[in-house]
């Protein structure tokens, strides 16, 4: 079966502009989590979501957010981009509740610079 | 805030196993180990979790120490294909966040 799609793999922008990620979980999977991969500060995590609702957030700022559709395709977004923004942002999805045994399923990951 | 410690990095021979340390001593009775690896430029890879008990598929064996505060990952035989950053991560279940720590850089050498 068809595996965690990302969209887009590349994308440059500049400071103060947003940007819209995207990701179709595999098929079935009802949760989506992000993660933002930096050289420095390694896989971070930034949020779940389970059946459209958020489920989980980690520690950051309010410029990150996301969404989850009815279809489990999930979003982020990130508003006025720093320069620091500059990651990989990978999206996983998993099985939840007692049909999942927690494995999570990686994209490939969009690649972020921001200028 | 990750609650595992695993050393910076290893390397093993082509053919050998891989043993791969972690330490968690503070895992709580309800937290998992799981471990992941993620390969230049791709995404993680679900390796193997368990509980108490030792557990076994066909990428590795997971060895958890009766006590619980360490673990120990083996790659029965290392290829060049598994020379990967290898994540432990303690996990209260399956629907709690995964919150990976640095890792451990595997390099398997011909």
């Known amino acids: 079966k068809a595996g965690v799609t990302q969209t887009p793999r590349y994308l440059i922008k500049t400071r103060g502009q947003q940007v819209t990620l995207s990701c179709s979980p595999i098929?079935?999977?009802?949760?989506v989590s992000w993660y933002q991969q930096t050289p420095g500060q390694g896989l971070q995590f930034l949020f779940e979501y389970f059946s459209e609702t958020q489920r989980n957030k980690g520690n950051f700022p309010g410029r990150f957010s996301g969404r989850q559709f009815s279809n489990s395709r999930s979003e982020m977004n990130v508003s006025t981009l720093e320069l620091g923004d500059s990651a990989l942002y990978l999206c996983?999805?998993?099985?939840?509740?007692?049909?999942?045994?927690?494995?999570?399923?990686f994209g490939e990951g969009s690649r972020l610079t921001v200028l | 805030d990750a609650k595992t410690t695993q050393p910076p990095s290893m390397d093993c021979a082509e053919g050998r196993a891989a043993n791969l340390p972690c330490n968690h001593s503070?895992?709580?009775?309800?937290?998992?180990v799981y471990w992941y690896r993620q390969i230049h430029s791709q995404g993680p890879q679900y390796i193997i979790h368990g509980l108490k008990n030792n557990e076994t598929n066909e990428m590795a064996s997971l060895i958890i120490t009766e006590d619980r505060k360490s673990s120990t990952l083996i790659l029965p035989h290392a290829t060049l294909r598994d020379t990967a950053v290898y994540y432990c991560?303690?996990?209260?279940?399956?629907?709690?966040?995964?919150?990976f720590g640095k890792g451990i850089t595997l390099s398997v050498r011909p």
């Open positions: 996983a999805s998993s099985l939840s509740g007692r049909a999942g045994t927690g494995e999570l399923f």
């Open positions: 098929s079935g999977h009802r949760s």
């Open positions: 991560i303690v996990r209260a279940g399956a629907n709690s966040k995964l919150t």
């Open positions: 503070t895992i709580s009775g309800n937290e998992y």
